[in-house]
């Protein structure tokens, strides 16, 4: 929670960038409202009813939604991973709806047309949107924190915190669609929103990686990361860009078989062929003409770089651009389209020099530069966005949704969200999941939440994980306040065993996951990645090198592992700094 | 010391990739031996008599060494840097000469030309070579320290450590190149060696980073280090590429100066504005059209990246790149044509990403690609190479030269190295003195 606290509080201390566009909506407080999922703090989301938006500034559009989604990068939102999120807003950024309303200067579209929005917020007249740098639009992003730390402020996104822009979400029943002239694609009659929705995003983001890469016929293409964005790659690889080979890696069995399958993908599963390079190398001598990152940030294998990112000292791994760079041949090009958010540590900055290596950050993609031409494949049969579609559910289920796909269970890949407004399911997609059993797979949270209502004192759940609940009798002050100040320190980490800290007249309560303590190797790689620097303090000094916090008590019985999951405890001591 | 140690003994462990250009010279015995700076250990440089080199493969050719001199990429290995160097072999990659002997299957040079020879070894047949990728031929590095590391080997290099194939290099009185009939490029009759010395490396190099950055007349550039590299970046910005504004970034005055004066260059002194991209994005709102490279791995600003490089926790700095990051404006490009040697830390990957930018690596630049094009634009005056030629020295002199080229001593930028071979200083370049007179 400290970094979006500390964030929000460097916007309002830079002011906001003054811009266009309008990010509150203009809501009447009449009767008419809307459920829609809102951002409570890290892993914490809400159905809410919310008030309906209205039109605020000339060219909006407010839009009935009938098809709603949950995308890869939502789940950095929900993981507290991006800066300047604020409680109460609404998320999602894909859509397909009917126009119900419009602003005065709104040509493009009427009341009743169906459409797709674009995720990202374009002005359609500034010098990048003219040159269909949609996403550079310097009009509809107002974050002071964002200019300063790139040195410019891309444009907006919708449902995406104010680090771009803080416009209200999609997954939600309606919403406002600003700059309506640009922003939104009419869905041709017989096309369905199933075939259609994911224009908003997924399918125009697969083909941006693909033309900033500069793929060629008959080129052999490597994809990092099979989530709904690299196996579109991989569809379009096959079926529009004629690749000649296509060698995909990633660890989800059912994400290989379906590339292999369906594709022809040559499949390597990283689990079983750790050293990447190396087995590209056996399949493609000399290396990949071109490779497209599809995973990202947030996916840290290494101990070294899950410790790093736990504890801040980097952001975002640098192992799949590692892989990349040994795996590419001399001269040949590398294409980021997967988020990657600031800081990197042990990327091989000498490879790419050394060979020559074009490393392409593809930006978040300009949708509206491409969209016309995906629809033109997906109507003449070439491209099926339906193939990753693998689950129908309703809107109010959105939180368990989050769930299921960011903990990859039971095949979800990419999802129909449905509101009162959607037609029933087209043929030949999924039908509708209502059972509420369905979710009882999702674990840890519906646990607890469940346990919360209970009240109960004690170890709450035993095996399978499972939260365990320390009471301790109130401490005086200073202490009361280290307590909650190290609670405050655990909401702030993406891994954090601490769920919830609450106070009544006399005890403190702590709910925590229940762990396995105490892995006395991974000493062993701190010492070897961070601690070289300090060599005679006591192993237990840690300093966040981005200055945002320092541990200063770490020791071997903090640093708790399960399966591969490192989580890092004891932050009584900690010293934050901002 | 220990790295290099680990990695000469990890190419023995993993073998040498076996590749067709021999990197022993096949040495005569005779009383033929020749002056030469060797490499003796980190910052200890000597200058020793060895063995004259002679043709070894078939198309080797052997010159008589009329101009040399000391690259900054040269200081890497006069403090350690770079893997698997080893001792009492021959440093320096460019020089200018004359023809002696050649090789049975040379039919491009003939005894008595007089010739520039490119800094990299390319053997003008494969793949690589047949695209114009010099650098990235697969037949004259056999490091496999390298392949393990980078996935790959790129070309060899003359005088530069067995990482790029373990060649002998050209600060002697001698040297061997290999595959002289891609590598030589015959000197035009009436061009001093002063003009034609810089083709073997800077001045197609300098060229090759604003051809890889995708340079457009008018454009707004912005380049880091004012090295003989990036003096020659501004140079060829401001003569041949007609960019519309040249933004320049270093902390020594004397350069500084003289990009402003002779080029127009902004000047933007670091000590000054510690914090360059704020600085640039006043002068260039909305950023950079494109940013080069030019200083590289080694110079680090700030105390945490010197104690990393210092301990071995990142052996790069990424603060030039970040600054780039920060000055270049969304979708831009910026270009590496400074040397970066293996792995960084605190790289603002997120910025690259996010604001679409093009990390253009340019390699070690293919020298053989641009060669003619930028002698071309010398000899029609359009760019002169003198004029970062600040010294002329005797090859005697080398080992002090390195000290005071690395110290940035006495404004020496690029120096002329002459040898017993070598023609009197051409007019209009600096005559000859010695170090001891700095």
């Not at chain 1, 999602?92 to 459409?115: F, Y």
């Not at chain 1, 294998?301 to 640098?318: F, M, N, P, Q, W």
């Not at chain 1, 609940?469 to 909650?484: C, D, F, R």
Request: overall charge negative; aromatic content about 8%; charged content about 20%.
């Amino acid at each position: 929670m400290a970094t979006h606290i500390a964030t929000n509080i460097a916007q309002s201390h830079f002011g906001e960038v003054p811009v266009v566009a309008s990010n509150q909506d203009n809501q009447n407080t009449s009767p008419t409202d809307m459920l829609a999922c809102c951002w409570m703090g890290k892993n914490k989301l809400e159905m809410k009813r919310v008030p309906k938006p209205e039109i605020t500034d000339d060219e909006d559009v407010i839009l009935r939604v009938t098809a709603s989604t949950v995308c890869g990068s939502d789940l950095h939102l929900v993981h507290g991973e991006i800066m300047q999120l604020k409680t109460n807003e609404i998320l999602g950024h894909e859509c397909t709806g009917i126009v119900e309303k419009v602003g005065s200067k709104v040509t493009a579209v009427k009341p009743g047309d169906r459409v797709v929005a674009a995720f990202g917020v374009a002005c359609g007249k500034c010098q990048f949107c003219l040159q269909k740098e949609f996403t550079a639009c310097d009009c509809t992003n107002n974050s002071a924190v964002m200019e300063k730390l790139y040195g410019h402020r891309t444009g907006g996104g919708m449902g995406y915190s104010h680090f771009v822009g803080g416009f209200s979400g999609m997954q939600a029943e309606y919403c406002r669609v600003l700059y309506g002239n640009t922003n939104l694609l009419k869905i041709p009659p017989g096309l369905s929103d199933e075939k259609a929705l994911y224009l908003s995003d997924v399918i125009p983001t697969s083909y941006h990686a693909i033309w900033e890469a500069g793929v060629r016929e008959g080129e052999v293409i490597g994809v990092w990361g099979l989530g709904p964005i690299g196996l579109s790659v991989v569809q379009w690889l096959r079926n529009v860009c004629k690749a000649s080979r296509i060698i995909v890696v990633d660890n989800v069995p059912q994400r290989l078989q379906l590339a292999k399958e369906r594709w022809g993908a040559e499949v390597i599963n990283f689990d079983e062929n750790t050293d990447v390079a190396a087995r590209v190398n056996e399949l493609v001598p000399n290396g990949l003409d071109r490779s497209i990152d599809c995973a990202g940030f947030r996916y840290a294998k290494s101990l070294v770089h899950k410790i790093e990112r736990a504890v801040g000292l980097e952001t975002d791994t640098s192992e799949t651009i590692n892989e990349m760079v040994r795996s590419t041949k001399k001269f040949g090009t590398m294409a980021l389209i997967a988020d990657y958010a600031a800081y990197t540590n042990h990327l091989l900055i000498g490879g790419i020099m050394e060979k020559g290596l074009r490393l392409i950050g593809c930006g978040q993609a300009p949708i509206q530069r491409h969209w016309n031409e995906c629809l033109r494949h997906i109507i003449e049969d070439r491209f099926d966005p339906t193939v990753i579609l693998t689950h129908r559910f309703r809107l109010e289920d959105t939180v368990e949704v989050y769930k299921l796909f960011d903990q990859k269970h039971s095949g979800v890949m990419k999802v129909f969200l449905e509101t009162r407004f959607s037609a029933p399911a087209a043929p030949g997609t999924p039908a509708l999941v209502s059972q509420q059993g369905f979710f009882t797979q999702a674990g840890l949270f519906a646990a607890y939440l469940a346990a919360k209502q209970e009240q109960s004192f004690g170890i709450l759940k035993q095996g399978g994980g499972g939260l365990i609940q320390i009471t301790l009798h109130a401490l005086p002050a200073p202490n009361a306040v280290t307590t909650s100040h190290e609670v405050m320190v655990y909401r702030n980490l993406t891994h954090a065993p601490a769920y919830e800290y609450f106070q009544d007249t006399e005890l403190n309560h702590t709910v925590m996951e229940n762990c396995k303590g105490g892995y006395p190797q991974a000493t062993i790689a701190i010492g070897a990645s961070t601690m070289g620097c300090l060599p005679k303090s006591p192993w237990g000094w840690l300093i966040c090198m981005i200055g945002r916090f320092m541990h200063r008590d770490l020791k071997p019985a903090d640093i708790m592992v399960e399966g591969d999951t490192i989580k890092i405890c004891d932050f009584g001591m900690v010293r934050i700094y901002f | 010391m220990a790295t290099n140690i680990a990695a000469n003994m990890a190419q023995a462990h993993f073998g040498e990739v076996p590749v067709a250009a021999s990197n022993e010279d096949k040495v005569r015995h005779s009383e033929s031996d020749m002056l030469a700076c060797c490499w003796m250990g980190k910052n200890k440089l000597e200058m020793k008599r060895v063995p004259k080199p002679d043709i070894t493969d078939d198309e080797d050719v052997l010159l008589r060494i009329t101009a040399s001199t000391v690259c900054g990429s040269d200081l890497h290995l006069y403090h350690g840097e770079i893997l698997q160097l080893k001792e009492n072999e021959i440093l320096g990659h460019e020089c200018a000469g004359v023809v002696e002997k050649v090789g049975k299957n040379v039919t491009a040079v003939k005894p008595g030309d007089r010739v520039v020879a490119a800094f990299n070894v390319a053997c003008g047949k494969c793949q690589f070579c047949l695209k114009k990728q010099f650098t990235a031929c697969e037949c004259t590095n056999n490091s496999s320290v390298m392949e393990k590391l980078y996935g790959h080997r790129t070309g060899g290099v003359m005088g530069y450590s067995h990482f790029v194939g373990g060649f002998s290099g050209t600060q002697a009185e001698y040297c061997r190149v290999l595959y002289g009939n891609t590598n030589l490029l015959k000197i035009p009759f009436g061009l001093s060696d002063e003009r034609a010395l810089y083709l073997s490396d800077i001045i197609p190099t300098s060229y090759h980073a604003i051809w890889e950055a995708g340079v457009k007349e008018g454009e707004v550039v912005g380049v880091w280090g004012l090295g003989p590299i990036g003096l020659s970046v501004v140079q060829w910005l401001r003569n041949v590429f007609k960019a519309s504004r040249i933004i320049v970034i270093d902390n020594v005055p004397e350069r500084l100066q003289l990009a402003k004066e002779r080029w127009d260059a902004e000047v933007i002194n670091f000590d000054e504005h510690s914090d360059v991209s704020a600085r640039v994005n006043e002068l260039v709102p909305g950023g950079l059209d494109r940013s080069i490279d030019c200083a590289g791995f080694r110079y680090a600003k700030s105390l945490v990246h010197k104690i990393e490089r210092a301990v071995g926790l990142e052996t790069d700095t990424s603060e030039v790149i970040n600054e780039m990051v920060r000055s270049t404006k969304k979708f831009g490009t910026m270009a590496l044509i400074a040397d970066y040697a293996a792995y960084t830390n605190h790289l603002l990957i997120g910025g690259i990403m996010e604001k679409g930018l093009r990390l253009i690596g340019c390699g070690q630049a293919p020298i053989q690609r641009h060669w003619e094009e930028c002698l071309r634009h010398i000899v029609e005056v359009r760019f002169d190479p003198t004029a970062i030629l600040t010294h002329r020295f005797r090859l005697e002199e080398t080992v002090d030269v390195y000290k005071k080229f690395d110290l940035k001593q006495a404004g020496v930028m690029k120096v002329f190295l002459e040898t017993k071979f070598s023609a009197p200083a051409a007019p209009g370049t600096p005559a000859l003195t010695s170090t001891n007179d700095l």
